[in-house]
């Protein structure tokens, strides 16, 4: 019934307009009773049709193609997730837990079980810089975690984003044994974090200090050299003295392949890294923050691909660079700034994927709150960009990237993809039927999401759901997953357009 709900109220024009009153209730833009609630105020609708809107900070997912199974990290246990209420009531970690779950045949996950945890958590610790340490959380263990990328032998990299290490560290961990392979400097995050099918390891430092040395007194994007994702190393230690300012590797070389404020090598409009153009052509910011990497390979070896990095900022932007092998090191050919102007910009792209089918996707997180009173300067920012008011409706949603097959244009295309709902997306992974979407939803009271597509290679049309769970004695959760809706991108764009904002 709501279904057909849905293509009556849109094809009349009326179902934003019906639901006004509805949506003054709960201070809503739009009502969670309009047919395309479960799209637009997604983990609000969710949360009203029974699911889990209790999990805290949840960041990267990544896919374990050998083992059938995925990882995705919470970044910190408290909060909603250790408060004694509702579905979720685990004791505090603050330093984070990274959580696993078996897919069946069909690409469905029923559980999720801890499988790293963070800490142990010493609170004595003093949490300034200057105290000279923050350690919060065990030096030899995960604090935070943030990103993740399984490797093509089933090793989990593991990627902070925390306040409890004085320096953020890289983890690998196969299954048993946590080994430290990277710190970069003091201030910094560790972001972008992949292993290539020819097992090349990349990573960001992103906004370190601008304190930290050269070159990593600005956000790098890299790539280790002379190390292989599989091969054995002796763990990287904690720094001291001068190196708390520096990056340091446990095996090869970093390379820079991309640095924030300079220039895009034979980029078509002689953009930089990390630039932010208005649409009106003119320089908005030079963002320090590059997150999510998509590497998309060109040749079956590997040796030369595109590589597409987010740069998180409000309004984001990303870059595409072409690079290729040059015996131990890399080069970069040409490159691109992309143009979000089809898609009324771009906003906080932050971790990112690649597609079985070859294309990258990235993601808008911490979608603007599409509140009555005070929407206008959720998007102040985003307005500033766009010469004019912005629709806080617009943002929220992964995007796809796509280089144009055919040639008829040197730009890439970039296509949103609103109808696998509008969260927080720090980042969505695609399995491989090609279909089935699971998505980190980050900030506190957030829900878990899946996606499954109409057709396989095709996110634009699909159904939503949202996970019910149940904790275990175990403290793993059993899943049950609710249905929200199902609908295409095109129809919900519509609706978009015709939600009343009210001034």
Known sequence: MRKTLSVLALATGSCCILAASAAAADNRLLSLNDPMAAFLETRAYAKKMGASAEFRKMEGVAYDK????????MSSIDKTMSDDKGDITLAANKCGIVYEAQLDDNYNIS?????VVGGPYDKSVGSKVSSGFRDRCAVNNIANPDGLFADRHGNLWISEDT????????????????????TVPTGAEITGIIVTNSDDVLFNVQHPSAMSRFPYNRG?????????????????????????????????????????????????????????????????????HPDGNMFVPISASGDEAYLFTNYECRPGAIAKVYMKRNGKSWEILDGENLSFAGVQGTWNNCNASVTPWNTGLSSEEYEPVAAKSGWQKNVAAMSDYLGAQANPY????????????????????????????????EMSAVMNDGKTVYSGDDGTGVVLAKFVADKAGDLSAGTLYAAKVSQQADDSFALKWIELGRSNSGDIYDAIRSVPLER
Request: proline share 5%.
């Open 66 to 73: 050998k083992n059938n199974k995925i990882y995705i990290a």
């Open 394 to 425: 617009d943002y929220g949603y992964p995007l796809e990237l796509i280089p144009d097959p055919k040639g008829d244009s040197p730009m890439t295309t970039v296509v949103k993809h609103y109808a696998m709902g509008r969260l927080s997306y």
């Open 220 to 288: 790098t994007v890299g790539i280790v050299n002379g190390f292989k994702a599989g091969e054995a190393f002796k763990a990287v230690a904690v720094p001291s003295g001068d190196q708390v300012f520096d990056l340091q590797l446990a095996s090869g070389s970093y390379q820079v392949l991309e640095r924030v404020g300079e220039g895009i090598p034979n980029e078509v409009a002689g953009g930089r890294f990390g630039q932010v153009n208005r649409l009106d052509g003119s320089l908005k910011e030079i963002c320090n």
């Open 163 to 182: 306040k409890n290490h004085t320096n953020n560290a890289l983890w690998r961990w196969n299954g048993r044994k946590l080994e430290r392979f990277a």
């Open 111 to 115: 559980s999720l079980k801890p499988a």
